[in-house]
Protein backbone atom coordinates (compact mmCIF):
# COMPACT_ATOMS: atom_id res chain seq x y z
CA UNK A 1 0.00 0.00 0.00
CA UNK A 2 1.65 3.32 -1.28
CA UNK A 3 1.68 6.45 1.58
CA UNK A 4 -0.60 9.25 0.57
CA UNK A 5 0.81 12.56 -0.93
CA UNK A 6 2.24 14.99 0.87
CA UNK A 7 1.91 18.19 0.44
CA UNK A 8 4.62 20.14 0.99
CA UNK A 9 3.90 23.57 -0.37
CA UNK A 10 1.40 23.22 2.47
CA UNK A 11 3.91 22.01 5.16
CA UNK A 12 6.21 24.58 4.05
CA UNK A 13 3.85 27.84 4.24
CA UNK A 14 3.08 26.04 7.85
CA UNK A 15 6.36 25.62 9.17
CA UNK A 16 8.22 28.20 7.41
CA UNK A 17 10.81 25.43 6.51
CA UNK A 18 11.70 25.24 2.97
CA UNK A 19 9.94 23.34 0.18
CA UNK A 20 13.73 21.69 -0.67
CA UNK A 21 14.07 21.26 2.81
CA UNK A 22 11.22 18.84 2.98
CA UNK A 23 12.05 17.38 0.06
CA UNK A 24 15.16 16.01 0.82
CA UNK A 25 13.87 15.03 4.23
CA UNK A 26 11.46 12.96 2.23
CA UNK A 27 14.00 11.15 0.33
CA UNK A 28 16.87 11.53 2.43
CA UNK A 29 16.19 12.39 6.32
CA UNK A 30 19.10 13.99 8.19
CA UNK A 31 19.03 14.88 11.95
CA UNK A 32 19.68 18.15 10.98
CA UNK A 33 16.75 18.56 9.26
CA UNK A 34 14.34 15.93 11.37
CA UNK A 35 15.42 18.72 14.00
CA UNK A 36 14.43 21.24 12.01
CA UNK A 37 11.28 20.42 10.78
CA UNK A 38 10.52 19.69 14.96
CA UNK A 39 11.68 22.91 16.02
CA UNK A 40 9.45 24.74 13.52
CA UNK A 41 6.26 22.65 14.62
CA UNK A 42 7.32 23.45 18.42
CA UNK A 43 7.28 27.39 17.41
CA UNK A 44 3.77 27.23 15.51
CA UNK A 45 2.33 24.76 18.37
CA UNK A 46 3.55 27.44 20.83
CA UNK A 47 1.83 30.15 18.30
CA UNK A 48 -1.34 27.93 18.82
CA UNK A 49 -1.55 27.83 22.28
CA UNK A 50 -0.95 31.46 22.88
CA UNK A 51 -3.70 32.24 20.03
CA UNK A 52 -6.12 29.57 21.71
CA UNK A 53 -5.62 30.55 25.36
CA UNK A 54 -6.03 34.47 24.00
CA UNK A 55 -8.92 33.77 22.28
CA UNK A 56 -10.27 31.80 26.06
CA UNK A 57 -9.56 35.44 27.67
CA UNK A 58 -11.32 37.38 24.43
CA UNK A 59 -14.60 34.61 25.32
CA UNK A 60 -14.38 34.98 28.62
CA UNK A 61 -14.30 39.36 28.42
CA UNK A 62 -16.91 39.05 26.05
CA UNK A 63 -19.14 37.31 28.05
CA UNK A 64 -18.49 39.47 30.97
CA UNK A 65 -19.55 42.73 28.92
CA UNK A 66 -22.58 41.10 27.44
CA UNK A 67 -23.58 39.90 30.92
CA UNK A 68 -22.85 43.17 32.33
CA UNK A 69 -25.08 45.22 29.68
CA UNK A 70 -28.17 43.00 29.83
CA UNK A 71 -27.80 43.90 33.73
CA UNK A 72 -27.68 47.50 33.08
CA UNK A 73 -30.19 47.20 30.36
CA UNK A 74 -32.72 45.81 33.05
CA UNK A 75 -31.94 47.92 35.36
CA UNK A 76 -32.87 50.89 32.58
CA UNK A 77 -35.97 49.10 31.42
CA UNK A 78 -37.12 48.67 35.14
CA UNK A 79 -36.51 52.64 35.56
CA UNK A 80 -38.33 53.67 32.78
CA UNK A 81 -41.31 51.19 33.33
CA UNK A 82 -41.37 53.21 37.36
CA UNK A 83 -41.03 56.29 35.76
CA UNK A 84 -44.06 55.68 33.17
CA UNK A 85 -46.28 54.34 35.91
CA UNK A 86 -45.61 57.46 37.91
CA UNK A 87 -46.24 59.86 35.51
CA UNK A 88 -49.66 57.80 34.69
CA UNK A 89 -50.51 57.80 38.18
CA UNK A 90 -49.73 61.37 38.59
CA UNK A 91 -51.88 62.14 35.71
CA UNK A 92 -54.66 60.58 36.53
CA UNK A 93 -54.51 62.25 39.87
CA UNK A 94 -54.46 65.36 38.34
CA UNK A 95 -57.13 64.99 36.12
CA UNK A 96 -59.02 63.54 38.88
CA UNK A 97 -58.12 66.78 41.04
CA UNK A 98 -59.97 69.23 38.28
CA UNK A 99 -56.52 70.32 37.13
CA UNK A 100 -56.72 68.84 33.21
CA UNK A 101 -54.62 71.15 30.77
CA UNK A 102 -56.96 72.60 27.59
Do not use: C, Y
Not at 46 to 61: A, D, I, M, P, T
Not at 70 to 94: C, G, I, P, Y
Amino acid sequence: MAAPAVDLRVISAFTTVPEASLTSLLDNPTAELVQLLLSSIETKAKEFEQSKSQKVKLEVELETVVRTNESKTKVLQNSRDKALAESSKLRVELQTSGWSSH
